[in-house]
């Protein structure tokens, strides 16, 4: 099912697309249990100055302007806002692609087109590829207006949810870093280590261990088993940088020869 049609709209040219997700949760939810008698607990609305407890049905949304003093707005207030905002993906500015910063990137959902508007979204497609541009929208969605950046790959086009201005902070506004000598020594190794360490891209490298490890931890809880907590280890501190990166070079360069010598073992099994 899809989360939004409509339409993205630059110049005149109009594209009916679908909205769909392209990420998922995995996170391990939790029930909380009254510890007595293990059932689940209600959590009910209460007034503290009527001291009852309150229906969802007479709940209203409210907007505190000053402390205590509260501004109810009724759903006809939200439609009000929305309109003249466009319930279409309207295409703002096309912006060079390297100017979109991750910092900038909320969530992000691919862009399928219906049935139709094929050749016009192709077209759109390779026109950004050509040009090496992304797309800054803006349109509504469920209530909210959003501001977007369509974007592409060689399967079709995404649709990034941007931060509004005001909701993302620049690293440089947290950060100054110091005037620092670095030795041509140390940098070379530094290289040697990132080097050794370089891999291709593999997407098990996004396998979440924390969650695997969690749900292992359920398991045994489940069968009754015990459960035996490990202590962590901590970082050791850095006194002489030359010295842990000469050691780092030693570790990562044994780690690169023994994946070599795997890899080879592997090669020479499937070939026998």
Not at 216 to 236: D, M, N, Q
Not at 255 to 263: N, R, W
Request: charged fraction near 30%; include cysteine.
């Amino acid at each position: 099912m899809a989360l939004w049609s409509g339409s993205i709209s630059f110049g005149l040219v109009s594209i009916p697309v679908r909205l769909e997700v392209s990420q998922r949760s995995q996170n391990i939810s939790f029930n909380l249990l009254h510890e007595k008698c293990l059932n689940r607990i209600q959590q009910k609305p209460y007034c503290p100055s009527c001291d009852e407890f309150v229906e969802r049905s007479d709940l209203v949304k409210g907007y505190q302007y000053e402390k205590d003093n509260y501004v109810v707005i009724a759903p006809e207030d939200l439609e009000s806002a929305e309109a003249g905002a466009s319930r279409n993906i309207d295409v703002v500015a096309f912006v060079n692609a390297g100017e979109l910063k991750p910092v900038h990137l909320n969530k992000t959902y691919y862009l399928v087109p219906e049935a139709g508007a094929e050749k016009a979204y192709v077209l759109l497609r390779d026109g950004m590829r050509e040009t090496g541009k992304v797309a800054i929208t803006r349109f509504v969605m469920r209530g909210k207006e959003y501001i977007g950046a369509v974007n592409f790959e060689e399967s079709g086009l995404l649709l990034h949810i941007l931060f509004h201005a005001g909701e993302f902070t620049h690293l440089s506004q947290l950060l100054s870093l110091p005037e620092v000598e670095i030795q041509e020594k140390e940098l070379d190794l530094a290289v040697q280590i990132i080097e050794n360490l370089t891999e291709e891209f593999s997407e098990e490298m996004l396998e979440d261990e924390h969650r695997e490890r969690l749900l292992e931890v359920i398991r045994k809880k489940i069968e009754g088993e015990k459960i035996v907590v490990t202590e962590s280890k901590e970082p050791a501190k850095v006194v002489d940088l030359m010295e842990a990166l000469k050691k780092s070079l030693q570790t990562t360069s044994k780690k690169d020869a023994a994946e070599d010598e795997a890899a080879q073992s592997k090669a020479q099994r499937k070939r026998a």
